[in-house]
């Protein structure tokens, strides 16, 4: 059985950091296989790709698209750290490229996903012709310079370019927070799409790599490999590795510019047991209640701002000096705080809003564990993300389709919504301590 050593990479790293790290990982290893996805094998099967899936073409160019500023500082390159340093490291050994592209793996599912594709990007090429064109540009302005990078050098123009692609998608998306124009909200509907395509080609990814490593192994007859490969696929690698007949020895987790650790096989399975987490399965049921409670929450945070606001003005009337200026700057204040203030001391204090309470909701740990001051923070900051485009409609997507009902915030902050009747009487009285809340699984 071929042994397998599996280093978990932050593709946007320090260069020097992550050829340390690899160099020692590899030692000993036959061969090295790095993920690396391509468009396509021929330049007319990438094109056949884009012409199906253009919805989720543009996504995923676009989330790569924002990551570039990262790339260009930390890789100073556009490739992924451990693509530019498996060829220093391995010196004589071979490399070998595995992985298969997110749009290709689409090919194996039902003709619903291309018609469902061009459907959704001609209404939204229809509502917003112009951010469409905008969107589209950018990506096959990556697209194209990506490729010049790749054969023909020019290192520098190209990082110029690219940086230049990233600066438009930027300002489109701080343009889409003035209400008034919808760029940036149209960039962002095109990331979720993107973003939705990883998450659900992830597992096939996993396999398609383990496949193409038993395959090197079994033809050049490879003792031991190292597979070079984004932190994100480590869980599903190592539980499927044996699959394969592959032997996982070890695995590397990354940090961000600075050395990593290696872990046993075990302990990632450990780490990522679902039995640990709470089952989220049927989190469309969950994913109702917590509409109705966001509505309630919202109705009532503009009560009490209404209320809050008369009172001011009501104390304006009453001055006898005119403090116009005064009193509607403690509005304005009150408006802008009221929000996060409303979500961050109901979720930390008491696992839920108002809202959450009235529809027997509260907020907890990925691991059932109470959620707190902290993650109820990360939550919240990156709440306005997931109305975008309008509505909730980022937030709703994601959450419908992640493993356990996760919005952006939640999935930053580890946490998740669960039914309130699922968390014992334990975990309220241990919320400040974080012990274990003991979490029914049971569906709605």
Not at 251 to 260: I, L, T
Not at 363 to 368: A, K, S, T
Request: proline share 4%; with cysteine; charged share 20%.
């Amino acid at each position: 059985m071929t042994t397998l050593r599996i280093f978990g990479t932050i593709h946007a790293n320090t260069r020097s950091i992550v050829e340390d790290d690899l160099r020692e990982f590899a030692s000993g290893a036959d061969a090295i296989a790095v993920e690396q996805p391509r468009l396509g094998a021929t330049a007319r099967s990438a094109i056949g790709l884009v012409c199906r899936y253009p919805f989720f073409f543009i996504g995923l160019q676009l989330l790569f698209v924002l990551q570039i500023p990262l790339y260009v500082l930390c890789n100073r390159d556009l490739r992924s750290a451990e693509s530019l340093v498996a060829r220093t490291v391995a010196g004589k050994r071979p490399v070998h490229e595995v992985d298969r592209h997110p749009l290709d793996v689409l090919t194996d599912r039902t003709p619903g996903w291309i018609v469902g594709n061009w459907l959704t990007f001609l209404a939204v090429a229809a509502a917003f012709p112009i951010e469409t064109l905008v969107a589209g540009g950018l990506a096959v302005g990556l697209l194209s310079v990506t490729v010049v990078r790749s054969r023909c050098g020019f290192r520098i123009p190209m990082l110029v370019a690219a940086l230049s692609l990233s600066a438009v998608a930027y300002g489109s998306v701080i343009v889409g927070i003035v209400p008034s124009d919808t760029a940036g909200s149209v960039v962002l509907l095109f990331l979720g799409a993107g973003y939705l395509l990883i998450r659900s080609t992830l597992e096939a990814r996993n396999e398609a790599m383990l496949a193409a490593v038993a395959a090197l192994a079994t033809t050049n007859d490879y003792e031991r490999v190292c597979l070079a490969t984004g932190y994100k696929h480590l869980p599903g690698l190592v539980e499927r590795a044996s699959g394969h007949g592959l032997l996982t020895a070890a695995v590397f987790e990354p940090q961000w510019r600075a050395s990593g650790a290696v872990l046993e096989p075990k302990a990632v399975l450990d780490r990522n047991d679902s039995d640990a987490r709470p089952n989220m399965e049927t989190a469309g049921t969950v994913l109702r209640r917590r509409a109705v409670a966001t509505g309630i929450d919202w109705l009532v945070i503009a009560l009490l701002a209404l209320f809050a606001s008369a009172l001011l003005a009501g104390l304006d009337a009453d001055a006898s000096g005119g403090g116009d200026a005064v009193i509607g700057g403690f509005i304005l204040l009150w408006w802008l705080l009221l929000p996060p203030t409303y979500f961050v001391v109901g979720e930390a204090t008491y696992g839920r809003t108002v809202g959450k309470s009235l529809l027997d909701l509260a907020v907890v740990r990925i691991d059932g564990s109470p959620c707190t001051l902290g993650d109820a923070i990360v939550r919240t900051v990156l709440l306005p993300l997931d109305f975008l485009p309008g509505g909730y409609l980022l937030g709703a997507i994601i959450a419908a389709t992640t493993d356990y009902g996760q919005r952006l915030g939640d999935i930053a902050a580890g946490t998740t919504v669960v039914k309130r009747e699922r968390v014992t009487d334990s975990a309220e009285s241990s919320r400040r301590s974080r012990s274990s809340s003991g979490v029914d699984l049971d569906a709605d």
